[in-house]
């Protein structure tokens, strides 16, 4: 079995304040990097835990409230602007891929 550490970056309610953030948590297993939501302020916070975003594998969403998943989008365009190649696993509800389709589907005719 393997060793987990898991980093709280924000636990906090939807309204961001000093001190308390949207929720997000990293989850270390082995090789894997599990980014468990993703508020917004998620990378500054990922940045302040010296945590590399390329080395993220997988996003899990929990739910649609967007306190959990409004940092998503920026999060995917900052890898994308430093390079990514490899694949990053998203899991959440259907309306994840809806949005992420969304904006790529803009992103791409502006």
Do not use: W
Request: hydrophobic share 35%; charged share 20%; proline share 4%.
């Amino acid at each position: 079995m393997s060793e987990f550490h898991l980093t709280i970056l924000g636990c906090g309610s939807a309204l961001p304040a000093k001190g308390r953030n949207p929720s997000a948590q990293i989850l270390r297993v082995g090789k894997h990097r599990i980014l468990i939501d993703c508020g917004e302020g998620t990378q500054h916070r990922i940045r302040e835990h010296h945590i590399k975003l390329q080395g993220i594998t997988h996003v899990l969403i929990s739910h649609m409230h967007g306190d959990h998943y409004l940092g998503l989008m920026g999060l995917l365009f900052s890898m994308t602007l430093l390079g990514r190649k490899k694949e990053i696993y998203i899991a959440g509800p259907p309306q994840v891929k809806e949005m992420i389709d969304m904006h790529l589907g803009h992103a791409k005719s502006g």
